[in-house]
């Protein structure tokens, strides 16, 4: 997946 | 890193240093319910993807934020509802929830659920403080508490740019978010006013007023 799927910020 | 930490805090003050006003002052006067709906939609919208959060870290703000708001929602309709004037509250909050559609539609990172709800809340929490700036301007005044309210808020995404500029230089593999990124710089331009009477007056604890 890339990276804008992964949310990692609030 | 610390600007994002700094960040996150001063979200979370920001609905403390609220919830205490209300609880405090036994009225939610001066607060604006309809910017408070539209963060229980940003929060709703952003944290579909609750249940596989990855880091504990995230997992317990996202709990927090949507059960605070909640509890603040609950105050300003039910218990403090007295308190609640809505001919003062009377941004047309349509435009935000279609400018923010508009967006969500038009440009997501990708068409799923997930990405397009996410953006759609990206861009209606740029917009959110509008109602309660608005407001702020109808009335020309504010609590202090009002004030330090709308300050930890309009901070919080304020410290997000630092934050994305050091990981922009810190982490190689790191791509620029581009729709956070200019929701979160469009967000602290709509504070910038208010961040200027804010530093002016209440750093010299004066009440805040608007000139």
């Known amino acids: ?10 | 890193n610390i600007f994002r930490v700094l960040g996150d805090f001063s979200h979370l003050a920001s609905i403390f240093i609220l919830l205490h006003k209300i609880q405090q002052l036994k009225s939610c006067s001066g607060i604006s319910f309809k910017s408070q709906v539209l963060y229980m939609l940003v929060y709703i919208t952003r944290y579909l993807d609750l249940p596989w959060t990855s880091s504990p870290y995230n997992f317990i703000f996202k709990v927090l934020f949507i059960s605070s708001e909640l509890y603040i929602i609950y105050l300003m309709a039910r218990a403090y509802k007295p308190t609640n004037d809505p001919n003062l509250d009377t941004f047309h909050v349509e435009f935000l929830l279609g400018f923010a559609g508009l967006l969500a539609l038009l440009f997501p990172y990708k068409y799923t659920i997930l990405e397009v709800f996410w953006a759609f809340s990206i861009w209606l929490e740029s917009v959110a403080i509008l109602p309660q700036l608005f407001m702020l301007q109808r009335t020309g005044e504010a609590e202090a508490m009002t004030a330090h309210y709308i300050a930890a808020l309009g901070m919080y995404r304020a410290l997000y740019i630092p934050n994305w500029i050091y990981r922009y230089f810190s982490e190689p593999t790191h791509k620029v978010d581009t729709i956070a990124v200019t929701a979160g710089i469009l967000q602290t331009i709509l504070y910038s006013d208010f961040f200027w009477i804010y530093y002016t007056k209440v750093m010299r604890g004066e009440k805040f007023k608007l000139p």
């Open chain 1, 1 to 10: 997946k890339g990276r804008y799927f992964v949310k990692d910020e609030l």
